[in-house]
């Protein structure tokens, strides 16, 4: 079960302006599945015009670039998908308007809601925050419980985000979580963005 997990990478909160070379080192460090695009109160026009700089990046290196929040907008922009939180559109809705494109939701720390995900058709349900983040304020912590029993019972991936490192990312892999969610300890990382994949790579091989 520990084997296929891989990391799922999300953008800081506000994009420094090398933000394009920073990306491209991460993603060529290692192994990355995905990349979420995660950017709050920017207006239509500008988010755009970031998708277009970003996106080629992701997608050339066959990793899936996410649009957070929008699945209209992330089928304009030639998205691989959207994410989507409880308070956004509804999975239901949100699968009519992605078609045959990646869905995500979020589940914070509910089976209960996670199957309502996957009966609307979700592609992966997210559990979390796991540990203290400074990245998004969770309305609740979640529990390992939550992630190892969802893995051992359902088949729809999941995903465990909030507050994951190479120091505490460990239990999570054992519990069974096919992607782990990363944002400030690649992106913050003291010695770079490359370092930082290459140490959360490390620490999920290091899982027997």
């Not at 239509?44 to 700089?53: G, K, P, T, W």
């Not at 699945?71 to 989507?84: E, F, I, N």
């Not at 045959?100 to 309502?116: F, Q």
């Not at 985000?161 to 969610?181: D, Q, S």
Request: a negative charge.
């Amino acid at each position: 079960m520990t084997a296929d997990c891989r990391l799922y990478l999300i953008t800081p909160p506000v994009l420094p302006a090398d933000f394009e070379h920073t990306l491209a080192s991460a993603l060529d460090a290692g192994d990355i599945a995905a990349l979420q695009l995660r950017l709050k109160n920017v207006p239509e026009d500008e988010l755009l015009r970031i998708i277009d700089r970003l996106r080629p990046i992701v997608q050339s290196r066959e990793v899936a670039f996410l649009l957070n929040d929008d699945p209209a907008l992330a089928v304009k922009s030639g998205c691989d998908g959207a994410h989507v939180g409880q308070t956004d559109m509804p999975a239901k809705e949100a699968r009519k308007v992605l078609g045959d494109l990646t869905l995500g939701v979020t589940c914070h720390n509910s089976r209960h809601l996670a199957m309502e995900a996957g009966e609307a058709g979700a592609d992966y349900v997210a559990f979390g925050a796991f540990f203290p983040t400074t990245t998004k304020e969770p309305p609740e912590m979640a529990e390992i419980y939550t992630l190892r029993i969802w893995a051992e019972m359902m088949e729809i991936p999941c995903v465990a985000i909030g507050g994951i490192n190479a120091e505490n990312c460990a239990p999570l892999v054992r519990a069974g979580a096919e992607f782990l969610a990363v944002s400030g300890t690649v992106w913050g990382h003291q010695d770079g963005a490359a370092a930082g994949v290459q140490a959360m790579l490390r620490a999920i091989a290091a899982v027997s």
